[in-house]
């Protein structure tokens, strides 16, 4: 694409091709032929169903409809390439065909001003598939120039800035896009099949709870309160599985107000579920079962490439316990540590920061993220949490200082967190006990006691395990996506100026 093929003009800047192109606006207007008067226009084909099956296609009359990406004049004849949703077809525009006068109104078209074409369908001379255009309609006419250099690092601002440019000249990005529609609806799909039920639960609560996070806080003006943005849906999600509906799953939004990173948005996309009588065991084979179905249906393989490394979905998905983890990559065997002394010890050693706040548990986490996570590149169920960071799930009954707990890695990312559910109101209120103290002592993401989520389980909630996983990590892995960004349409960004 060149904007320069414009009319055959010589480069001019941004502001002076805006300036002219308002200007054929002002032209056709007086003309009588304001583009933006149409409201309808009937397409009959697209680009994809033409070029897959031209033998039906050719010699037929189609009408197609989409926005002009090149254009070559020719004295008497010129070429445009028509891009509709599916991608592009070329057009071919003769003034024999249309009329001297039509032809002359045509030749004022811009790349970028979407058009609708009548024509027959035929393959040129050189072999291209193309419409011999008997009529083209001006639909819209673009103000603005596409870009000519859209591609590079130093754009990447501009494109999430101006999502809607960068699907129209950058092919790849409306495909990651596409992929993601086909990932959610693959999702749905398999929980549908086991027999889960789709809900939709509150996004404006008077709690913030289900994930150690710090939330939006908002107002009610009607019933002068403070609320809050959830940062997660676990304990409503848990409370319909308390009233009986067993297997509950929710593909929602969620708010968390925290920093951008490649990996971070503060406004995200989460699957939770949750399944009565099963636990954390249940929620792997799910997990696993889930991620290869999805491949298999999306992407037809099994075997993935995210960024230098080769992920096989296909394979049965390794388990490390999270002691296990820091024994093998750090060299320190928290099970021959006593003591939160010898555990602060051994930090000080490994240069390992933590806080006056954290315990044994929360320093084996530290150690984890220090040495272990980045050598988890093939799918791996890191189990067994220490209690400490794990507020809503159950002990591990021969094991108390640990929970039944797993997060799933792949690429050296957690991708899924699930749990056996702690269904002890006794032992969940000292939990939330122990997170108001540690928000007392200055952790604005530990957790807020629900008193009616703790009278909820008092009515009995049965054995349950339940998963979440992070839509848009998710679809970034399946698309070989690097950043959160780049699959978000309308990503968090500071406003310019």
Request: glycine fraction near 6%; hydrophobic fraction near 35%.
């Amino acid at each position: 694409m060149n904007e320069s093929d414009m009319n055959n003009l010589p480069q001019v800047d941004e502001h002076e091709q805006q300036r002219i192109r308002r200007e054929k606006l002002e032209a056709l207007q007086s003309a009588g032929l304001d583009p933006f008067r149409h409201v309808t226009y009937t397409v009959t084909a697209h680009s994809a169903d033409i070029h897959a099956d031209f033998e039906k296609f050719e010699g037929e009359t189609v009408s197609i409809a989409g926005r002009v990406m090149t254009k070559r004049v020719m004295g008497k004849a010129s070429f445009i390439d028509v891009q509709d949703r599916d991608g592009r077809i070329q057009t071919y525009v003769a003034r024999d065909t249309i009329g001297e006068e039509e032809y002359s109104r045509f030749k004022q078209f811009d790349i970028g001003d979407i058009v609708g074409v009548t024509g027959v369908v035929f393959r040129t001379q050189k072999g291209e598939i193309s419409v011999k255009t008997s009529e083209i309609t001006l639909l819209s006419k673009a103000l603005q120039p596409l870009p000519e250099k859209w591609h590079g690092l130093r754009d990447t601002e501009a494109r999430y800035r101006r999502r809607y440019v960068d699907l129209i000249v950058n092919p790849e990005i409306r495909d990651t896009f596409i992929k993601r529609t086909a990932i959610i609806k693959a999702i749905r799909a398999f929980l549908d099949g086991r027999g889960y039920l789709e809900v939709e639960t509150p996004l404006l609560q008077t709690i913030p709870s289900g994930a150690a996070a710090r939330p939006f806080v908002t107002h009610h003006n009607t019933l002068d309160m403070q609320m809050y943005l959830r940062i997660a849906p676990e304990l409503s999600l848990k409370r319909l599985i308390i009233g009986g509906l067993e297997r509950v799953y929710e593909i929602g939004r969620n708010f968390r107000n925290e920093g951008i990173s490649t990996r971070h948005n503060p406004e995200f996309t989460m699957l939770e579920l949750y399944e009565a009588y099963t636990d954390y065991h249940g929620m792997m084979e799910l997990t696993e079962s889930m991620l290869k179905n999805v491949a298999e249906k999306v992407l037809g393989k099994t075997t993935i490439t995210y960024g230098e490394h080769e992920i096989d979905l296909g394979k049965p998905f390794t388990r490390l316990t999270m002691v296990d983890a820091v024994k093998q990559y750090a060299g320190v065997d928290f099970d021959q540590i006593p003591n939160l002394e010898a555990a602060r010890e051994a930090a000080k050693s490994h240069k390992i920061r933590y806080e006056q706040r954290h315990g044994k548990g929360d320093i084996l986490a530290l150690f984890f993220d220090e040495f272990a996570e980045k050598h988890l590149i093939q799918p791996t169920f890191l189990i067994d949490y220490p209690v400490e960071i794990s507020p809503l799930t159950k002990r591990i009954p021969n094991n108390p200082d640990y929970t039944e707990r797993f997060e799933l890695f792949i690429a050296g990312r957690e991708t899924a967190n699930a749990y056996s559910e702690l269904n002890d109101p006794i032992d969940q209120r000292e939990r939330f006990r122990h997170q108001e103290d540690l928000r007392q002592a200055g952790d604005d993401e530990a957790n807020m006691t629900d008193e009616d989520f703790l009278t909820a389980v008092e009515y009995g909630l049965p054995p349950t395990g339940g998963m979440g996983i992070g839509i848009d990590r998710l679809i970034m892995l399946l698309t070989n996506s690097q950043s959160i960004r780049d699959v978000i349409f309308f990503p968090t960004m500071k406003p310019q100026g």
